[in-house]
């Protein structure tokens, strides 16, 4: 086993390089930019916006800087009429002035001590930043795995032992629907429902907490939080829960058909005895041990429209900001983490597995 986890991991090195390569090749083919951005904001906002961005004095810019001259700034968009030496210390100051090739590699070797430098536009590191939002992300991601877990699991075995009666029809109608209703558009009839919209106003709209969180006693707070937190869950469980009921209950029809179910009942175990004592940890081993990897994907994906529906400043929600407003030192490290955390959960998956059923030896099988 020892061998396999060393193989694995060897193995990240090149998948985390290969992604964040992928992605920086993208990004440099995608037209605007840091640059373009503050040329925009310059150009709207006056000479003032240059010295403040640059930390240059208003007399050292060329005259005419706001716009409407014959000079052109380099090749950015939005530049005619800024001084091409104002442009050139804004590259200077974003390391754009550089090729492409070595501010990838200066940033992969920065990212391997998990340097991940400072926001373009947030006066903040971008570790700190990503510290600040977690706790969101994680709130969202962690309950809607377990309630997922805690309501799918029961559900589809259930409908596995009921295969073929009303309530196995039913209630596969009910997943259906429940995964054919995108998780934002469920967030918003929520909102209209609940949250002030049209009928009743029982849950609060902004926010994980209240904003006098911090003078409530502790009761309270797990309270106020739990009562903040309910429709973004709601919203993300919707979709979450029906495939895995799926999974499980394909699962136990599968197990409950083999010939060692058949032959314990036989021997005069009770139903019960022959589902939980012989079907349970064979069925259950597909399902226990998707685990990580779905906590991951709903930590990842599922929680970046609801973050923004509901206001709530998380990972998601960051990610989105900076994509829009192309601060590339909050997307790489966002994407480098993301990834990371994401190739050691498979691995932790794979070992979950083991740990389920050591019959499983991945030492037999290549990488």
Not at 46 to 58: L, S
Not at 120 to 146: A, C, H, N, Q
Not at 199 to 205: A, G, I, S
């Amino acid at each position: 086993m020892g061998a396999y986890i060393l193989r694995r991991l060897l193995l990240m090195v090149p998948t985390l390089f290969g992604i964040m390569l992928v992605n920086f090749v993208i990004i440099q083919a995608a037209p605007g930019g840091p640059i373009e951005r503050i040329i925009a904001e310059i150009q709207g906002r006056g000479v003032e916006a240059a010295a403040r961005i640059t930390g240059t004095a208003q007399s050292e810019m060329a005259p005419g800087t706001t716009g409407g001259g014959n000079q052109e700034g380099g090749t950015y968009r939005g530049a005619r009429g800024l001084d091409p030496e104002f442009i050139r210390e804004l590259e200077k100051m974003y390391g754009f002035d550089k090729p492409a090739w070595q501010r990838f590699w200066d940033m992969i070797v920065r990212y391997v001590t998990f340097d991940f430098g400072e926001s373009y536009f947030r006066d903040k590191s971008v570790i700190d930043l990503i510290l600040e939002k977690m706790p969101v992300s994680i709130s969202l991601g962690l309950w809607t795995t377990l309630i997922s877990y805690l309501v799918s699991i029961p559900l589809g075995i259930r409908k596995a032992v009921r295969d073929g009666t009303p309530f196995d029809v039913w209630s596969s109608t009910v997943v259906i629907i429940g995964n054919a209703i995108p998780g934002f558009l469920f967030a918003i009839l929520l909102i209209v429902l609940f949250a002030g919209g049209s009928y009743f106003q029982w849950f609060p709209l902004r926010g994980l907490v209240s904003e006098n969180w911090e003078q409530l006693s502790w009761p309270m707070r797990i309270l106020d939080y739990f009562w903040h937190i309910t429709l973004p869950v709601l919203s993300m469980v919707i979709g979450a829960f029906a495939g895995l009921t799926m999974l499980t209950k394909n699962s136990f029809l599968e197990e409950i058909n083999k010939q060692y179910v058949m032959t314990a009942r036989a021997k005069g175990l009770s139903e019960r005895a022959v589902l939980y004592g012989h079907v349970f940890r064979n069925a259950m081993l597909i399902v226990i041990a998707g685990f990580p990897g779905a906590f991951i994907g709903v930590f990842f994906t599922g929680s970046v429209l609801i973050e923004v529906i509901f206001s709530l400043d998380g990972l998601g929600l960051l990610g989105f900001e900076s994509a829009i407003n192309r601060d590339y030192p909050v997307m790489f490290a966002t994407l480098y983490i993301f990834t990371l955390l994401g190739l050691v959960m498979n691995l932790l998956s794979d070992l979950t597995y083991v740990l389920v059923d050591p019959r499983i030896d991945f030492e037999a099988r290549t990488v």
